[in-house]
């Protein structure tokens, strides 16, 4: 049996593990957390923090956004089928790190456990399917440059005009 978590306060640093486990650690993160409950990380971003060169470095630093969209994204259901989700409380560049060692990459986030009514496995489905960049360039080559949909610019022009 695992114990269920029920924590106020959740804090990390350094989730350097693939994109896969960073998902299914946010996941984890927010079932842990209790309704109201915050979840505080930081990362390395970009490149790494220290000034001295490292031989053998396996760590795969990343832009903030990839942390912000994993996070943003991660939606949960209990038992009851209540669903939650992260809300982003804030997110920047850890003061220390600038001063000292001038470095703008150590970014820190902060987000909060919140209740959702809205279910956003169709928007997920859109922004990482429907429309990802792969599939835009695929209509666009269909319906043309800019273009997602039929019509073209006539139809654009018309509805602008109306």
């Known amino acids: 049996m695992i114990m269920k978590f029920q924590l106020a306060v959740l804090y990390a640093s350094r989730l350097l593990v693939s994109s896969f486990d960073v998902e299914n650690l946010a996941k984890k993160m927010v ?35 990839f942390y912000t969209k994993i996070f943003k994204e991660c939606q949960m259901q209990d038992e009851s089928g209540k669903s939650f989700e992260l809300s982003l409380i804030g997110c920047k560049c850890i ?4 001063k000292s060692k001038k470095n703008q990459n150590q970014i820190c986030w902060i987000w909060k456990k919140v209740s959702t009514n809205e279910d956003k496995g169709f928007q997920r489905f859109l922004d990482n399917v429907q429309y990802k960049c792969t599939g835009i360039l695929r209509y666009e080559r269909v319906f043309g440059e800019g273009f997602v949909s039929t019509g073209g610019i006539g139809k654009a022009a018309s509805f602008i005009l109306s």
């Open 31 to 65: 079932d842990w957390l209790k309704v109201g409950g915050y979840i505080f990380f930081r990362e390395s971003c970009f490149h790494q923090s220290g000034d001295s060169k490292r031989k053998n470095n396996p760590t795969h630093y990343r832009e903030p956004r």
């Open 95 to 98: 003061g220390a790190y600038v």
